[in-house]
């Protein structure tokens, strides 16, 4: 599975983005899917991942409420809408396919894409 994510930009707080992430691949639907970020000079982080169907979701606290994160999968597409951006949101956003389902695990994710780089400003 190749991913290439997109939708990164400058927002100010209290605003919104919608980041994309296109894969390809024929068992792309049988893979579950995960954001993750690294903002500068910390760790990869988990935000949120979806299950093979889209019924499952789970979130890191922090954006619980704020961001959802959806697939299209007649699409091959995986998005993750972000409302009520604040500065600590900043980061390069990767979104990640794991054969395994979802996983809130970095290690369990078999592909990544590329990254692309919120900026929220306060």
């Known amino acids: 599975v190749q991913l290439q994510a997109s939708g990164g930009g400058l927002v100010q707080a209290g605003g919104s983005l919608r980041l994309s992430c296109a894969a390809s691949?024929?068992?792309?639907?049988?893979?579950?899917m995960g954001w993750f970020r690294q903002a500068p000079g910390k760790e990869r982080e988990f935000v949120a991942t979806i299950n093979r169907s889209g019924s499952y979701t789970y979130y890191t606290n922090s954006v619980k409420g704020r961001f959802t994160i959806s697939r299209d999968n007649a699409k091959n597409t995986v998005y993750l809408q972000m409302n009520s951006l604040l500065p600590e949101d900043t980061a390069v956003y990767f979104c990640?396919?794991?054969?395994?389902?979802?996983?809130?695990?970095?290690?369990?994710?078999?592909?990544w894409g590329q990254g692309t780089l919120v900026t929220v400003s306060s």
């Open positions: 990640a396919a794991s054969r395994r389902g979802v996983s809130n695990q970095r290690d369990d994710y078999d592909s």
């Open positions: 691949g024929r068992t792309w639907s049988t893979y579950g």
